[in-house]
């Protein structure tokens, strides 16, 4: 039903929506409580400012390209409430342009704190709707008994705060001066979010392992049939066991070297997850009793 430019698209959005709404609990946790800690957090957090806008613009590019043509692209932006698609296109709008303000200003000098609040007090609400809206994307279709559960919003949103943290923590160790220290807070949130990743992925799939036929078939199809080799190997080994791994094992690592080789797998693991979650489903077959 979907390929990989939607795919790219819900990663992209996600992964965007994740680090900038990670940015802004760090400032506004570092606005409201002064401490050397909420300092570093906030320095280390910087990196999602300015990641934030490239990776949502990057997928509204997708979005478009997956849309075919200018006239379709039109329509959505048109019709902000027609879909869910045309609410969470303009959400990725208003939140492409919030991080923009934020990323422009700190590139030409200093945030002003009066814009920095307003993006992120307009921003982090429409980072939160992005991701929600990414796995409220395909749970709309009825058609597909696989997608049909709260458990995907739930399980997008926890797989987009955890890729936000990933960018962030990614570019930080890559990038940063050897002098530099990257947050612990922002480390250990990121293997708590990881934690909480695996728990609903495991809820999502018992779930729908016991919901319809159709469903039950996509969950086989995910756990032990085609798709089975990049969810297990790319997915749960990948983006799940190999950052905690790191996170368990980091005083026996160099730091920098388990930060980066964590942060890379989640994000390999929640772009393979998407696409495991869109390739997984099938149509559910039409009872009277639905039309």
């Known amino acids: ?21 990670a940015a802004s609990c760090a400032s506004m946790w570092d606005a409201a409580v002064r401490s050397d800690a909420s300092e570093r957090m906030l320095r280390t957090c910087q990196a999602g400012f300015y990641a934030a806008p490239c990776l949502v613009v990057l997928a509204a590019l997708f979005l478009l390209l997956d849309l075919g043509n200018a006239q379709r692209a039109w329509l959505v932006v048109l019709s902000p409430f027609q879909s869910v698609m045309s609410a969470g296109a303009w959400l990725v709008a208003l939140l ?44 709309d279709m009825v058609s597909i008994d696989f997608w049909r559960t ?10 987009s705060l955890s890729c936000g943290v990933a960018v962030i923590v990614a570019l930080d160790a890559a990038l940063a001066p050897p002098s530099y220290e990257v947050s612990r807070g922002l480390w250990k949130a990121g293997a708590a979010l990881g934690c909480v990743e695996a728990a609903v992925l495991a809820a999502f799939v018992v779930v729908q392992s016991g919901f319809t036929d159709s469903a039950r078939a996509s969950c086989e199809l995910l756990l032990e049939g085609r798709l089975a080799p990049m969810f297990w190997g790319g997915v749960v080994a990948t983006g799940l066991a190999l950052p905690l791994a790191a996170h368990a094992f980091e005083r026996a690592l160099p730091g920098r070297a388990a930060m980066l080789a964590a942060s890379l797998g989640v994000l390999v693991g929640g772009l393979l997850l998407r696409y495991c979650i869109v390739a997984a489903a099938s149509f559910s077959p039409l009872v009277l009793s639905a039309v």
């Open 1 to 21: 039903m979907f390929g990989w430019y939607i795919v790219a698209y819900l990663f992209l959005a996600g992964a965007g929506a994740g680090a900038f709404f």
């Open 150 to 159: 709260p458990w995907l919003v739930a399980l997008f949103v926890a797989s």
């Open 96 to 139: 492409a342009a919030a991080s923009c303000a934020v990323a422009a200003s700190a590139a030409l000098g200093s945030v002003p704190r009066a814009l920095l609040w307003t993006c992120c007090v307009v921003g982090a609400p429409c980072a939160l709707g992005v991701m929600g809206y990414t796995g409220l994307l395909l749970s």
